[in-house]
């Protein structure tokens, strides 16, 4: 039974309710948009933790990619790829393609974590948070822009 097919039935609460936990299928009309709001949190997470690098000075950040055997050299690189990347995933442009690549950098930040143990809240911050991150944008990657990105115009995702 489908969640309009139980609206437009004279259907008990059971049978609604069933509807919408029981229906394991793809809502092919909402689902885009869900993945706007995912693509949006995002390229928004991007922008912003690249941002905290500037705030904190980058010279932090290149101390903290030597003290984990990264060269420093990378800190105005991570930078200019982090703001780039969240704004195209932001927009929806080439979505895919960047969430992908960033997925890189995801992975590093797990790795570099992993010592430190799961709990995020751990001193120096544990693998839980950018763990859920990369799966987050794992998704993404898989499953597409969603609406309103720049490659699908501002109806269904095409990707």
Known sequence: MSIDHARDSS??????????FGNATVDRVYAPYGLCVLRVAIGFDWIVHAFLKTSR??????ALLAKNGI????????????????VAILL???TRQWAAFLLVFLAVVVWIKWPVGWGYSNTGGGWEYPLFWLVAQA????????AFSLQS???????
């Not at 060269?71 to 969240?86: N, Q, R």
């Not at 115009?153 to 990707?159: C, E, H, I, M, T």
Request: charged share 10%; proline share 4%.
């Open 11 to 20: 259907a008990n609460t059971s049978s609604v309710l069933a509807a919408i």
């Open 57 to 62: 000075g980058m010279e932090t950040h290149a």
């Open 71 to 86: 060269t420093p050299l990378l800190a105005w690189p991570t930078f200019s790829v982090e703001v780039i990347g969240g």
């Open 92 to 94: 929806g442009w080439y």
């Open 139 to 146: 998704a993404l990657v898989l499953a597409g822009s969603g």
């Open 153 to 159: 115009g501002l109806g269904q995702a095409k990707d």
